[in-house]
């Protein structure tokens, strides 16, 4: 295991901003993050576990401790009574666990094609697109617990797992390090056709699609929105939604429609939306003024996507965080909700 110094961190995340890692490694077994943990406690070291960096927001200051990047792979599968239990390394790329899933034609992460990033990223914020969530299939998490100095198996319950969240974020943030995950996945076969764009994507053809051909028009409208990482697209080089969806009171509700009424707008209802009292955050952001290619300095907003935050390649983190709330005060200001962020802040 080698321990490098004063690594830059700005191409190790999708946003490509931000300072250098004071001290970075690569942990590629459950022995190597055993190791770092050591170091970093020997050191007195603040440690941060970095995935695919498709979910940060990495300050210019960079990161002042140890950051363990995971490459712990493997997957490997096993079947039973109808379905296959798929286990991989947190390091495996998602969007290849999602892929071999297809092929082998089990259902349940083909909506969650093309999301950027690593499988130990996916129960931190409960990934989720297109009316799926990673907690609906997760079975188990392998962990190494820093309270308790040990390896831990968390079962699904234990994850507590909502939209965006789980305790790995939340109640729990920066005690566990995820080794491995575990998800049930069903043998019929039959994607899920939840999301109206994918609805409409299918509505020509009389029988239901194929998990291959899910995948495939999943990957394809994600493209379209910038939401898919292409090399050479600016649009995509971002964290993803900036924003999550804001989930209302029935008061904060009603506000927003009687604010909206004045106006003489409608708040737009969606099926996968309304069932959570979910309001579209990208909504919000373009009838607050702020449309898609709105650019303040060298940060703006994604020309596809009015919830991506992206930058010319010259922009700072504080560029990003200029815009992030400059977007913040507008729709505060307009619709009285704070919108809440959805990458990780690393080094603020
Ligand atoms: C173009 C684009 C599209 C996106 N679309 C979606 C989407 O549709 N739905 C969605 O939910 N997200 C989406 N995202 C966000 C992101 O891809 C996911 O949140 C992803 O799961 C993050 O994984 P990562 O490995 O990149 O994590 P990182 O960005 O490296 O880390 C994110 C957080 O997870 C922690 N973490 C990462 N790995 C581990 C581990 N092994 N153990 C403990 N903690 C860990 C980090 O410490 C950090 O707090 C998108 C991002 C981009 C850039």
Do not use: H, M, N
């Given at each position: 295991m080698t321990i490098q110094d004063h690594v830059p961190l700005a191409p190790l995340?999708?946003?490509?901003?931000g300072g250098p890692a004071r001290y970075l490694v690569e942990a590629a077994s459950e022995d190597d993050v055993r190791e770092a943990v050591d170091f970093a406690r020997a050191k007195d070291l603040p440690l941060l576990v970095l995935g695919g960096g498709s979910n940060l927001l990495v300050a210019d200051?960079?990161?002042p401790g140890l950051v363990i990047k995971i490459a712990i792979g493997g997957i490997s599968q096993q079947e039973e009574n109808g379905t296959l239990l798929m286990d991989a390394g947190a390091g495996v790329n998602w969007d290849q666990f999602v892929a071999q899933a297809v092929a082998s034609d089990?259902?349940?992460?083909?909506?969650?094609?093309?999301?950027?990033?690593s499988v130990g990223g996916t129960p931190v914020q409960n990934v989720g697109a297109y009316g799926q969530e990673v907690s609906e299939t997760i079975e188990w998490v392998r962990a190494f617990d820093l309270k308790a100095n040990r390896v831990v198996i968390l079962p699904e319950e234990a994850c507590g797992f909502h939209y965006r969240t789980s305790i790995f974020n939340t109640?729990?943030?920066?005690r566990y390090i995820i080794l491995r995950v575990t998800y049930r996945l069903r043998q019929d076969g039959t994607p899920s056709l939840k999301y109206a764009d994918l609805q409409r994507h299918f509505a020509a053809t009389g029988s239901p699609p194929s998990l291959a051909q899910m995948r495939a028009a999943v990957r394809q409208i994600r493209q379209s929105k910038g939401m898919l990482i292409v090399p050479?697209?600016?649009?995509?080089?971002?964290?993803?939604?900036?924003?999550k969806n804001p989930v209302l009171s029935e008061v904060q509700f009603r506000d927003l429609a009687t604010r909206a009424e004045l106006k003489g707008l409608k708040i737009p209802s969606y099926p996968a939306l309304d069932a959570q009292r979910k309001v579209s955050a990208a909504w919000l952001v373009e009838h607050?003024?702020?449309?898609?290619?709105f650019t303040l300095g060298a940060a703006g907003i994604s020309r596809k996507h009015a919830l991506a935050l992206i930058h010319?390649?010259?922009?700072?983190a504080a560029d990003i965080v200029r815009l992030k709330e400059t977007i913040q005060r507008g729709v505060e200001k307009t619709w009285g909700i704070l919108l809440e962020p959805e990458p990780v802040f690393v080094g603020f």
């Open positions: 995340t999708t946003l490509q901003v200051s960079g990161w089990y259902a349940g992460v083909e909506c969650l094609s093309g999301i950027p990033g109640t729990e943030r920066g050479g697209d600016a649009d995509s080089r971002s964290a993803g939604s900036f924003f607050s003024g702020f449309s898609k290619g010319t390649g010259s922009a700072s």
